[in-house]
């Protein structure tokens, strides 16, 4: 039986690195007016509900406290509480809204000279255009943001920012940079004594190990992360780690050890009222059960994250277990069922400006087609896929996708244009470090040179694919390659 193996993207967030978002801190002057004193008092309650993770009622609370500031014409008040507001709305998706109240609250952060509120605001919009999938934008508000933290002498938030700046090279598969700049945040953070912060560090360092491949590498970062956690009582970055750990385990194809993980991970969850976090790991516990090809139990933590998701007003997590959704129901071979719920993410994704998403779905509803045998209709959501793909950056995503591109002209016997799509993919994969994608499109280059009865040409690739199957862990993928070279040594006479 031959087998193409194809990535097909679904978005589990699992491996999602923890990053900081300062919010500006308001200062609580006194003072003889009982309107401004009444503003104080309210953004101090929206502040512990915005910490409660409470976004709603602090929306609530904190636009009473906007209107007041602005009957009184205090823009430092005002300034403080479209902060709050952005940071509230980022929270719960409405990236746009939130990017709304920023740039309304930057102009007055800077006109009360409150460079520090400036930095945080700027840091604060860097993050939602990180979380939009524009990493150019945001690493332009990243920049302007870090001289400033370092002018005003804020070490734990340049520490935040380049943390953050970190995150986006890690996104844009710039692995050694995202290293370096995690590597100046630690060296801060340790510094001021903040071991929250070094724990968080350590974690995101962990996860770009992880997304070189090197797994037991990202297992030690974790594992340092973690007892820091749990000294400082951070039971919601303690929370995050055993998710990532269980993550890694998942990679690893030990399943097990990655339930073990996330049923750590979800009664801390729970207990922290962290209905973002729950979400996160049932939906991870859905995915380990997916590949253990129990789709049912599947299903059933999907089911059980989708409504978590909604609650808390979270749009591209609502997108990402829809699509997950979707993947179930396209392993049963129920594709329509696939398509339907691919198509209920996809204007989630759209609505929340979410190109990364978009093109996920997009690339997930081109290989239903594929398998349906509608090859050109396969074709043009894929190529739909591929610019906004490019258009972030995402070189993962664009390898994937060019896989799956040249997988359809496989199936449809033009194997030039597959190869074409395959040796486009292959640097992309080794750009980003990613040795299973590597293997994965060496072994589809091997499968066309055997079908075009290149015998030798084809066991010299699947011989390059196999070690780097083996030393990711990928037990499957081991056995797919091993099956394939069988295949080429019957077909040599060589029993």
Request: proline share 2%.
């Amino acid at each position: 039986m031959k087998k193409i193996l194809t990535s097909l993207l679904a978005v589990g967030v699992y491996l999602t690195p923890l990053t900081v978002m300062l919010m500006a801190q308001p200062t609580w002057g006194q003072t003889q007016n009982s309107q401004a004193q009444e503003a104080e008092r309210l953004l101090e309650q929206g502040r512990k509900l915005t910490q409660q993770q409470e976004h709603q009622q602090a929306i609530q609370i904190l636009q009473q406290a906007l209107t007041i500031a602005r009957q009184l014409k205090d823009q430092k008040l005002e300034g403080t509480a479209l902060v709050g507001l952005g940071f509230n709305y980022d929270a719960l998706g409405e990236k746009q809204k939130a990017l709304d109240f920023y740039n309304q609250a930057l102009p007055l952060k800077r006109a009360v000279g409150d460079r520090s509120g400036v930095a945080a605001t700027l840091n604060n919009i860097g993050k939602v255009y990180d979380d939009l999938g524009e990493k150019q934008k945001a690493l332009d508000f990243y920049n302007q943001a870090l001289p400033l933290r370092r002018a005003v002498g804020d070490r734990s938030g340049e520490a935040a920012t380049l943390n953050n700046i970190g995150g986006v090279y890690s996104d844009l598969g710039e692995k050694q940079k995202a290293l370096d700049f995690y590597n100046q945040a630690l060296l801060l953070k340790r510094a001021v004594g903040d071991r929250s912060g070094v724990a968080t560090t350590l974690n995101n360092i962990g996860a770009v190990y992880s997304d070189l491949g090197e797994k037991q590498k990202a297992l030690d970062f974790y594992n340092q992360a973690l007892p820091l956690k749990r000294a400082v009582g951070d039971r919601t970055g303690e929370a995050t780690t055993l998710n990532n750990i269980g993550a890694v385990y998942f990679d690893l194809g030990e399943k097990q050890k990655a339930l073990d993980f996330y049923n750590q991970a979800l009664p801390l969850r729970r207990a922290v009222g962290d209905r973002t976090g729950v979400a996160t790991t049932l939906n991870n516990i859905g995915l380990v059960y997916s590949d253990l090809g129990e789709k049912q139990k599947a299903l059933d933590f999907y089911n059980q994250a989708l409504p978590l998701i909604r609650a808390v007003g979270d749009r591209s997590g609502e997108a990402g277990t829809l699509n997950n959704i979707g993947a179930v129901y396209n392993a049963l071979g129920q594709k329509q069922k696939a398509l339907d719920f691919y198509n209920q993410a996809l204007p989630l994704w759209r609505a929340v400006g979410d190109r990364t998403g978009v093109a996920t779905t997009l690339n997930n509803i081109g290989l239903v087609y594929s398998d349906l045998g509608e090859k050109q209709k396969a074709l043009d959501y894929l190529n739909q896929a591929l610019p906004l793909i490019r258009a972030v950056g995402d070189r993962s995503g664009e390898a994937s996708t060019l896989n799956n591109i040249g997988g359809v002209y496989d199936a449809l016997g033009e194997k030039q244009k597959a190869l074409d799509f395959y040796n486009q993919a292959l640097p992309l994969w080794r750009a980003v470090g990613d040795r299973s994608g590597v293997a994965t499109t060496l072994n589809n280059i091997g499968r066309v040179y055997f079908d075009l009865g290149e015998k030798q040409k084809a066991l010299e690739f699947y011989n390059q694919a196999l070690p780097l199957w083996r030393a990711v862990g990928d037990r499957s993928g081991v056995a797919t390659t091993l099956n394939n070279i069988g295949r080429v040594y019957d077909a040599l006479g060589e029993k």
